[in-house]
């Protein structure tokens, strides 16, 4: 996994909590599914030269599905 990716991610999302979802993702990827997704689909455009614009890239069914797993790591 794309630790950089990873990161923007998470501070465009969760700015606050960017320690702790890393270390929380890395050690509990089966919690994060749509997150782990969409930072191997980031990736993959960079590698390939695409730029990518956060804001513009993911819809608002995949935000909400991130910020869910977000939460519910941050509450266990």
């Not at 606050?16 to 689909?41: K, Q, R, S």
Request: net charge negative; charged share 30%; hydrophobic share 40%.
């Amino acid at each position: 996994m794309n630790k950089s990716v990873l990161r923007k991610l998470a501070e465009w999302i969760c700015d606050g909590y960017v320690d702790a979802l890393i270390t929380g993702i890395e050690e509990n990827e089966y919690y994060f599914p749509y997150t782990i997704a969409l930072v191997h689909f980031i990736d993959e455009l960079q590698r390939k030269s695409i730029k990518v614009n956060y804001s513009e890239l993911v819809n608002d069914s995949i935000i909400d599905n991130v910020l869910k797993e977000t939460n519910d790591y941050l509450t266990r």
